[in-house]
């Protein structure tokens, strides 16, 4: 048997942009997806804290320290720039191998998305 338990989080970003001109996706700072052990293509879970909409939807790596978090295509009516999003990635795990895990969770400078050290 295998269960899915939470792996990343980047917490509170603040979205930058929504782009309904494009395929699909969200675009993420490079460092933010460096913090949180995140990889391009991987499938997240996207949370609107401002409005509660939530999608399901891959990355893409945008500009390192560029601060961005794009909503592409159609999330891009779910999302607007200044709303407080949660991104949260997966891990498919036995239940044995779950009790060792310890989910990376970065919570960016309010506003930049800039990592905190």
Same mark, same amino acid.
């Given at each position: 048997?295998?269960?899915?338990?939470?792996?990343?989080?980047?917490?509170?970003?603040?979205? *930058?942009?929504?782009?309904?001109?494009?395929?699909?996706?969200?675009?993420?700072?490079?460092?933010?997806?460096?913090?949180?052990?995140?990889?391009?293509?991987?499938?997240?879970?996207?949370? #609107? #804290?401002?409005?509660?909409?939530?999608?399901? *939807?891959?990355?893409?790596?945008?500009?390192? #320290?560029?601060?961005?978090?794009?909503? #592409?295509?159609?999330?891009?009516?779910?999302?607007?720039?200044?709303?407080?999003?949660?991104?949260?990635?997966?891990?498919?795990?036995? @239940?044995?191998?779950?009790?060792?895990?310890?989910?990376?969770?970065?919570? @960016?400078?309010?506003?930049?998305?800039?990592?905190?050290?």
């Amino acid at each position: 048997m295998f269960i899915q338990v939470l792996k990343s989080k980047l917490h509170c970003v603040t979205v *930058t942009e929504a782009n309904l001109n494009y395929m699909g996706s969200i675009t993420i700072d490079e460092a933010l997806m460096d913090a949180a052990g995140l990889f391009e293509g991987e499938m997240v879970h996207v949370v #609107n #804290n401002s409005n509660g909409e939530r999608i399901v *939807t891959y990355i893409i790596k945008g500009a390192r #320290n560029s601060g961005v978090i794009c909503l #592409n295509g159609a999330a891009a009516h779910k999302f607007s720039p200044g709303d407080i999003a949660i991104i949260m990635a997966y891990a498919i795990v036995t @239940p044995e191998e779950a009790v060792n895990i310890t989910p990376k969770v970065i919570i @960016p400078e309010k506003g930049t998305n800039k990592i905190i050290q």
